[in-house]
């Protein structure tokens, strides 16, 4: 059976420590002077921080004190040229001048001044008789009633208008007629091109009993020049 030695006993410990050392001076000789590591001047040491003068601390001058005597990387050879960026095009605004512009004509999301939301530009573009709800004037301008009948005032007198009104109501009440188109034209063949029966015949039909209310029709139906009147039921 093999037996330990006591690696505590002090003149076995020492040498231990003698035959490592010779090992060691032993393989030193055997390795070539080139491939030994070289000594480094000691000059060529950069100081420790403590050895920067304070006022060059996080200085450029105190970093190039403390890393030594080094030489900086050269710049890459990196091309300078830039790619001519391409003209703007305002792609997002075309589209929504085009979005307002379908909107409009389909009558989505109106304007506060547009056809159909019922704010009068000018006075007597609209009328709806008092104790009535507002409601029905929007259904009017929606077209929620078939235009049944229609009577064109263009070339007549004030006079003669006013007879052609009056009979062409009475005989729409006969009719059973609920909605009707009155048109009166805007004036612009008249003196001043100033619209003379279109003031008239908006006056004349609030006065009758059988009015519920008129408003202007889309532009492509008469605009300005003609109004759409509901009638009262027989």
């Not at 410990?13 to 010779?22: D, P, Y």
């Not at 100081?47 to 030489?71: K, N």
């Not at 391409?86 to 792609?91: D, E, L, Q, S, T």
């Not at 004509?105 to 159909?116: E, F, G, L, V």
């Amino acid at each position: 059976m093999a037996r330990f030695k006591d690696l505590s006993d002090p003149a076995l410990a020492a040498e231990l420590r003698r035959l490592a050392r010779a090992a060691a001076e032993a393989a030193s000789a055997t390795v070539p002077p080139s491939a030994r590591s070289p000594v480094r001047d000691p000059a060529a040491v950069p100081p420790p921080i403590h050895q920067v003068p304070p006022a060059e601390r996080g200085s450029p001058a105190g970093f190039a004190t403390l890393i030594g005597d080094v030489s900086p990387l050269g710049a890459p050879a990196r091309s300078r040229s830039r790619p001519t960026p391409p003209a703007p095009h305002p792609r997002q605004r075309q589209a929504d001048d085009q979005r307002a512009l379908r909107d409009s004509r389909d009558a989505i999301n109106p304007s506060p001044m547009a056809w159909d939301v019922g704010i009068d530009i000018e006075g007597a573009q609209s009328f709806v008789r008092a104790g009535l709800n507002p409601e029905l004037l929007r259904k009017l301008r929606r077209g929620d009633w078939v235009v049944q009948g229609s009577l064109d005032l263009h070339r007549h007198t004030q006079e003669e208008a006013r007879v052609a009104l009056v009979d062409f109501l009475s005989a729409a009440r006969r009719q059973g007629w609920r909605c009707v188109r009155i048109i009166h034209g805007k004036g612009l063949s008249s003196p001043n091109r100033e619209p003379v029966l279109k003031a008239k015949v908006r006056k004349w039909l609030q006065q009758r009993d059988e009015v519920l209310a008129y408003c202007e029709p889309r532009p492509h139906a008469g605009g300005g020049g003609a109004v759409v009147v509901l009638l009262s039921g027989v």
